[in-house]
């Protein structure tokens, strides 16, 4: 079965900072990884995906992640964190049967001026 | 980009009362949309994936009597809590995947709010 493992509840940077919020999966052949953002009260928005191709995946808002098989990770990172940047982060992998997402326990970020 | 649109954002019903939830692809045409629930600081659950034109596939231990679920267009699906009690209350969220490109992606509404008095 495909799982999603996000092992911290929550992430605090100082502003300025780079961010790293950690995220592993378990899926039987090749995984197709997501990063999404929650602001409070609303919908999930779209950072960035991997499917196949380079390791690092540029994305929104500055974010970027690294796709590592042998590690079956697939860390978002920023260089430098904002404070508009704090919200709750979900990694996500697709399901290879039915095409639904599985996502992970969430990651609440924090950046502190 | 593709933008999914919930409506109402926030409703606030009577026990024993039933309301539905409308979601909305304003910019593409979605063969599957996805419902969720959220309860607070956790993750999403998925409740049902619908196919337009067929019925849908409910998840594990989500009653399909409780949640319906309608498709009755590329650009429109349903959720109807029916018969609401307060433990229904929770954050519902849909999403719609596009046909063609973008295949691999979800574009996700805004959220309902729904509170059972």
């Known amino acids: 079965a495909q799982s999603v493992a996000q092992p911290e509840d929550q992430v605090n940077v100082a502003e300025g900072n780079p961010l790293t919020v950690k995220c592993t999966y378990s899926v039987s052949g090749n995984p197709y990884l997501f990063w999404y953002v929650q602001y409070p009260n609303r919908g999930l928005q779209f950072l960035l995906k991997?499917?196949?191709?380079?390791?690092l995946v540029k994305g929104s808002y500055g974010f970027e992640a690294e796709f590592n098989k042998s590690q079956t990770s697939f860390h978002l990172k920023k260089p430098s964190a904002l404070v508009s940047d704090s919200a709750l982060y979900f990694c996500a992998v697709r399901d290879t049967g039915g095409g639904k997402l599985i996502f992970g326990q969430g990651t609440e970020l924090s950046v502190k001026p | 980009g593709a933008v999914v649109s919930q409506h109402p954002s926030r409703v606030i019903c009577k026990s024993g009362t039933s309301v539905k939830i409308e979601c909305r692809s304003l910019?593409?045409?979605?063969?599957?949309m996805f419902w969720y629930r959220q309860f607070p600081k956790q993750s999403l659950m998925l409740m049902a994936t619908s196919n337009e034109g067929s019925k849908a596939t409910y998840e594990q231990g989500v009653e399909k009597d409780k949640f319906l679920i309608n498709h009755a267009s590329l650009t429109l699906s349903t959720l109807t809590v029916t018969s609401a009690h307060p433990e229904d209350s929770s954050f519902y969220i849909c999403?719609?995947?596009?046909?063609?490109?973008?295949?691999?992606?979800?574009?996700f509404g805004p959220g309902t709010r729904l509170t059972v008095l």
């Open positions: 999403s719609a995947r596009a046909q063609g490109v973008g295949y691999n992606e979800q574009f």
């Open positions: 910019d593409f045409q979605a063969t599957t």
């Open positions: 991997y499917i196949t191709g380079d390791n």
